[in-house]
């Protein structure tokens, strides 16, 4: 097994690690020196632009909204949940809007309980309250969505 999805407790066993190797009482997993943490093994990242990619997969879980602008943009509000098993299982409820989505996909947006896979960013909104303040939601902004039955 990869030493990057060893479960923490592994590290503190008094076992050595996989490659046989420990360094200040835990385990060194493949991709680190001696004298550093964890290295990244693709490449050296210093030098590269920062990265807001997001890709999701989950399901559909309230009927999807779509909503026309009087500027004639169009967009679908979907509600997705995706499942994470490990390390601790949990469920994440995951906004996600598609502005001037596909005239398919406008017809036909989805169900409740369909798989989506979405291609998108994470940003921020702002907007203010009424009664003063502001108020703020993350979300993903989707740049490509695929929804089917299953």
């Known amino acids: 097994m990869d030493g990057a999805t060893q479960p923490e407790d592994e590290y503190d066993s008094p076992s050595a690690g996989q490659d046989g190797q420990r360094q200040n009482g835990r385990r060194r997993d493949r991709g680190q020196t001696p004298n550093q943490g964890p290295q990244d093994t693709h490449g050296d990242c210093d030098g590269l632009e ?14 999807p909204e779509i909503r026309e602008f009087s500027s004639g943009v169009a967009m679908i509000r979907y509600l997705a949940t995706v499942t994470t098993p490990e390390p601790r299982r949990r469920l994440d409820v995951i906004p ?28 921020r909104r702002f907007w203010p309250q009424r009664t003063g303040g502001v108020r703020s939601r993350i979300e993903v902004v989707a740049s490509e969505v695929h929804v089917r039955s299953g």
């Open 50 to 63: 920062d990265l807001n990619l997001l890709l999701l997969r989950g399901r559909v879980v309230a009927e």
């Open 96 to 123: 996600i809007s598609y502005w001037d989505p596909p005239e398919a996909l406008l017809r036909r947006p989805g169900r409740v309980r369909n798989r989506i896979c979405v291609l998108g960013t994470v940003q």
